[in-house]
């Protein structure tokens, strides 16, 4: 779900180009769940294995992430959630008494053939398992592509490899990237992107874009404690927010005030223990125990791999092409560096 500051963070559209030869950090949980609220059967039902296991993530991790290798060079590194900190539990409850509620709508919706509705509905109605993510990680190894485990928040541990230069950008649909200090996050990294909107019934097309922490704050004259703060106001995943205030307001109230600290005390009141929030986003549980290497892809253990989760022999070849042709450009590249340093 993510803190809700949209309106008041300057972003900027890029291309694809723009991304080429590009390494990102990607929220693996976040990027999952937009694969399984786009990747649908057209009564909203999510693709499925031959045991009925759900399989629509595997379908966008495998068709997805192979096109933006091949034709950007692109490389990717999935983060992992961890155990979510106890401030996390109340939003985690909220939006499974979502799911529930949007599964029951979507049921009464298939029964009486309201299709679109039905689909609609079925966008929020699905969750990730562990199996799922097991599955997911299995593929993603089997393609070579490094998975990190973070100790809790994914986005924190991808902000991090950030700063520290291992990647150039955080990838997520999200903004508290922005909150945990990454230099650089990058929205809807996608060929050709859409956003099925629930609330409006609509699809909305996407494009790249790249927000830079530094500009963000020098447009806005905040520092990002300050950021924070406004985010606090507003309401992250580990609170509530004060009612009625919106990022505009909040930003407002922060600059008037310089901190949540000064802000009038009828305010802090609404707020809990802000202190610990703030925190959570400044010093956040990361770990630098993990590796970042690209291996060769297993080709036949994803043959083998898809076509017992049901793709059809004609996608996998399609999905193996692309492996194998991604293998040889990196050992093209290779060959002509060794060229040039002999």
């Not at 409850?93 to 949007?102: F, G, N, S, T, V």
């Not at 993510?133 to 070579?144: I, P």
């Not at 447009?219 to 992250?236: E, F, M, W």
Request: aromatic letters at 8%.
């Amino acid at each position: 779900m993510g803190t809700p500051i949209s309106p008041i963070i300057p972003k900027r559209q890029v291309s694809l180009e723009h991304l080429r030869g590009r390494i990102l950090a990607v929220d693996a949980y976040n990027e999952f769940y937009q694969f399984l609220s786009l990747i649908r059967l057209p009564n909203g039902e999510p693709l499925r294995g031959p045991g009925g296991e759900i399989t629509s993530h595997l379908v966008g991790l495998a068709f997805r992430i192979t096109r933006l290798m091949l034709e950007y060079n692109m490389r990717f590194v999935f983060v992992f959630d961890g155990p979510p900190h106890p401030l996390k539990k109340a939003a985690l409850e909220k939006r499974r008494k979502l799911r529930e509620k949007a599964k029951k709508e979507w049921r009464k919706a298939l029964l009486e053939g309201n299709y679109e509705k039905a689909f609609s509905k079925a966008v929020v109605a699905f969750s990730l398992d562990t199996k799922m993510v097991e599955d997911a990680k299995r593929l993603l190894s089997l393609m070579g592509i490094p998975c990190i485990q973070a100790p809790s928040d994914a986005e924190a541990q991808a902000a991090f490899l950030t700063l520290k230069g291992d990647v150039w950008a955080t990838s997520s649909k999200d903004f508290d990237a922005l909150l945990y200090g990454t230099p650089r996050l990058v929205r809807y990294v996608t060929i050709s992107g859409t956003e099925f909107l629930p609330s409006k019934g609509v699809v909305k097309p996407l494009k790249p874009e790249v927000m830079e922490l530094g500009e963000i704050l020098s447009h806005l004259g905040i520092t990002r404690r300050q950021l924070i703060d406004v985010a606090i106001l507003v309401g992250t995943d580990f609170n509530e927010g004060i009612k009625g205030v919106g990022p505009k307001t909040a930003l407002k109230l922060i600059k008037s005030y310089g901190s949540i600290d000064r802000l009038p005390r009828t305010y802090r009141e609404q707020l809990g223990d802000y202190e610990e929030v703030r925190n959570l986003f400044l010093n956040p549980p990361i770990t630098e125990n993990y590796e970042i290497r690209f291996e060769e892809p297993d080709v036949e253990g994803v043959e083998e791999f898809l076509l017992g989760k049901g793709f059809s022999r004609r996608r996998v070849k399609t999905i193996i092409d692309r492996l194998e042709r991604i293998s040889t450009a990196k050992f093209q590249s290779l060959d002509k560096w060794l060229d040039v340093g002999a």
